[in-house]
Every structure is written in structure tokens, then in C-alpha cells.
């Protein structure tokens, strides 16, 4: 199973969503899951993952199917060695499951380990790092994604969840 997860950020509370799905290619989620959580803090600069990491937990916590992917929206890695949230998702995690970061925004530290990726008809590419698995691997699976748009379905459904 695959799971594409995200965070939104409301006034007093975080609330996260999970979209678990079978297959790359698949059209529709295999089931969902959302829940709220406290905030971990403020954001920090260059330190996204202390207010991020502990919903994913959170929410990856409630998850009863075993995992071959984690689908996160973010960059695994800021640069040559220099972690980011994906890094830090995949050392806290008890069994290691490969995580694939898909940035919407380029962070220029991160050139030499992104792979950027169109996709549709759409001329802003997305940025995408990996753990556990190769960064071009990665970015092949997320080019065979569902959806017409720059962004697959099943990651803007996980999006919206986590908006609603």
C-alpha cells in the first residue's frame, strides 16, 4: 500500500489526511483518513520538520495496513546530505518505509538531489526527492500517477482532506 499524506495549519490545530491507495496508477483511494492534532510550534526556518513531523506520526499511527510507500508533500532531502522532513519521517519511523518527497516549490539548495518532473500539459514542474528508493524511480511512479494536471489526483485529494 501507498499513502500520500499532508498537513494544513488552521489557528489552534493541525489537521492531517492520509490517502491510501494499492497502486501507482491507481484512479480512486482505497480509503482515507484524517485527524486533527495539536500544534507542535511555530515554524522555524530551516526547521519545518519539528512542526510537521509529529502530525504524520500522529496520523501514520492510526494506519492499520503495512506500508511500501510514504508519498509526503515536502523535500526528503534540502541538499547534498542535508535533511529535510522526508529524512527526518523515515528515521522515526519504527519499520523503514520509503518516503517520496513531491515539492510544489523549487528550493534551490535541493538541485543536485531533486529530479524535476512535468507533468499533463502543465509548464511548472514539481520537485521530487527520495529515501529508501531511488530519486528516478520515484519520479517515474509519480509521472504514472492519475490526473491530467500538474498534480496526480490522489495527492490533491490528500491535499483537500486535509484542507476540509
Sequence with gaps: MIICID???REDFAQVAGVLFKDWTDKAAHKTYTIQTPLAGE???GKFFKRELPALLALLEKVSESLDFIL???YVYLGK???GLGVYLYDALEVKVPVIGLAKNHFRAAEEVEMRLLRGESSKALFVTAIGCKVAWATD???EMAGDYRLPNLVKLADQLSKA
Design 7 to 9: 498537513v494544513h495549519y
Design 43 to 45: 515554524y522555524e526556518p
Design 72 to 74: 509526503v508533500d515536502s
Design 81 to 83: 546530505d542535508k535533511p
Design 141 to 143: 511512479r509519480i509521472k
